[in-house]
Nanobody, 128 residues
Framework: QVQVQESGGGLVQVGGSLGLSCAASGRSFSNYAMGWFRQAPGKEREFVAAITWSGGTTYYGDSVKGRVTITSDIQKKMVRLQMNSLKPEDTAVYYC?????????????????????WGQGTQVTVSS
């Protein structure tokens, strides 16, 4: 069993920056990937970013590419999502997720259904 816990979030003005953190804990594990998704009211859950266990490969959703950076601390089993140039449409609940991943086919890293464990979510609100 793996527990996932997000931190950060809050209210930020248009054009501002915000960082979210996520920690995974529980049993000992090595080969995994972590990702961020978001869901706005009335909309489907959307892929934001993902990073593999080695931290060497990152993936970004089209709507955030160039404005968001995902990084990892392998020893601490934490990932951080740095968001810049925030827009009102970035307002959503942001979820951190964990999946077992040993490399190979990567399209599952961008699919919510491929993740095994989820955090509770943290609200990000961008005000204009």
């Amino acid at each position: 069993q793996v527990q996932v816990q997000e931190s950060g979030g809050g209210l930020v003005q248009v054009g501002g920056s915000l960082g979210l953190s996520c920690a995974a804990s529980g049993r000992s594990f090595s080969n995994y990937a972590m990702g961020w998704f978001r869901q706005a009211p009335g909309k489907e859950r959307e892929f934001v970013a993902a990073i593999t266990w080695s931290g060497g490969t990152t993936y970004y959703g089209d709507s955030v590419k160039g404005r968001v950076t995902i990084t990892s601390d392998i020893q601490k089993k934490m990932v951080r999502l740095q968001m810049n140039s925030l827009k009102p449409e970035d307002t959503a609940v942001y979820y951190c997720a964990f999946q077992w991943y040993s490399g190979g086919v990567s399209h599952g890293l961008m699919q919510a259904s491929a993740y095994d464990y989820w955090g509770q979510g943290t609200q990000v609100t961008v005000s204009s």
